[in-house]
T-cell receptor, first 111, second 113 residues
């Protein structure tokens, strides 16, 4: 399983963009990069995923480095509801697609 | 919007008792998972299930654990003889297709006394 490195915590102001980085230098060529988040006292929630190209959805954008050894989750306008622990997870679908959670980045959002 | 549901939300049991945690995945999904999260720790993978059989399991998922999809809608996790260290939040998840994301349920908090 590929190892990931994320900052333990980050802080943002409400309505400002947030860039959450992740290093995954041991990622294999077929691993998809997934991002999930866990709000307090809730189950994990899918945010976004991609393989090589940058991806956008209604929640966020995912920027993947050309060498795929790192990626950045971008929340365009942070809200108080975005305060959560964010996990970057390489997923190998050839191995059943299980999610291996690391420690993640705890994002706090200040009003 | 379809969602994964889990029952009960909280289960209290005595050490050595059997418990069954229930999940109803999203109806047309094909891949099913159980995870657990001990209080204050990270979420841990337990088992994945596809085509009516276990596709992968972690070291945590020993002989005391079993999973079943008894009908077309439920997905259960059974712990045969609970231990104190089984106290955790248990999350069920499902996904539709091979390259899709997983959808998680709200979890069942298991407390073993």
């Amino acid at each position: 399983d590929a190892k990931t490195t994320q900052p333990n915590s980050m802080e943002s102001n409400e309505e400002e963009p947030v860039h959450l980085p992740c290093n995954h230098s041991t990622i294999s060529g077929t691993d998809y990069i997934h991002w999930y988040r866990q709000l307090p006292s809730q189950g994990p929630e899918y945010v976004i995923h991609g393989l090589t190209s940058n991806v956008n959805n209604r929640m966020a954008s995912l920027a993947i480095a050309e060498d795929r050894k790192s990626s950045t989750l971008i929340l365009h306008r942070a809200t108080l509801r975005d305060a959560a622990v964010y996990y970057c997870i390489p997923v190998n679908y050839n191995q059943g697609g299980k999610l291996i959670f690391g420690q993640g980045t705890e994002l706090s959002v200040k009003p | 919007e379809p969602e994964v549901t889990q029952t009960p939300s909280h289960q209290v049991t005595q050490m050595g008792q059997e418990v069954i945690l229930r999940c109803v995945p999203i109806s047309n999904h094909l891949y099913f998972y159980w995870y657990r999260q001990i209080l204050g720790q990270k979420v841990e993978f337990l088992v994945s299930f596809y085509n009516n059989e276990i596709s992968e399991k972690s070291e945590i998922f020993d002989d005391q654990f079993s999973v079943e999809r008894p009908d077309g809608s439920n997905f259960t996790l059974k712990i045969r003889s609970t231990k104190l260290e089984d106290s955790a939040m248990y999350f069920c998840a499902s996904r539709l297709l091979a390259l899709d994301e997983q959808f998680f349920g709200p979890g069942t908090r298991l407390t073993v006394l």
